[in-house]
């Protein structure tokens, strides 16, 4: 039931690695997620706070997000007190992105949507205000990391 959460997000993993972003504002690394705005469900949450931390979109995402939704609609949602989170393929990830530059978003962090990951991980701008700052592969066994937000190391070490 969408009322006993209060935030979502997604863990991209290959089972080897995960995708993670550096957020200057927490001095953390994290993964990729935030607060439910009213009336989402899990899924509508999880997917828009990723597409923005990933893209900063300059444009508007509505019918990305109705798109991906429905894609990843039997995507389990693991829970954790009330933050929950799906755990979605690298595939997956090329997936959203193409479908992204498919509904012609525009971002504040990339001349073109990137459609694979070194483009993703590379070719990023960030700006001052950047949310999350830098991208990065992080061993999916990360354990002691400094500067790995402990939520977020609780989360790799659940699923993996």
């Known amino acids: 039931m969408p009322s006993e959460f209060r935030a979502a997000g997604i863990l991209f993993t290959d089972g080897v ?15 990729f ?5 009213r009336g989402e469900s899990i899924r509508q949450t999880a997917i828009r706070e ?12 509505q ?3 109705q798109v991906l939704v429905i894609r990843y609609k039997e995507s389990p949602a ?3 007190g009330s933050y929950r989170f799906l755990i979605l393929s690298f595939e997956d990830l090329l997936r959203m992105l193409q479908e992204a530059k498919a509904a012609g978003i525009k971002s504040t ?11 993703l ?6 700006t001052l205000l950047s949310e999350v700052t830098e991208l990065m592969l992080l061993p999916a066994k990360t354990t002691g ?7 977020f190391a609780e989360d790799i070490a659940s699923v993996m």
């Open 63 to 65: 019918f990305l997000l």
């Open 109 to 119: 962090l990339y001349k073109s949507i990137p459609t694979t990951i070194a483009a």
């Open 33 to 37: 997620g935030g607060s439910r705005e």
């Open 78 to 80: 693991v829970r954790k």
């Open 17 to 31: 690695h995960v995708l993670a972003g550096y957020q200057p504002s927490k001095a953390s690394i994290s993964g």
């Open 121 to 126: 991980l590379n070719k990023r701008t960030p």
């Open 145 to 151: 990391l400094s500067g790995l937000d402990p939520q």
């Open 50 to 61: 990723a597409i923005e931390e990933l893209l900063e979109p300059s444009s508007d995402i």
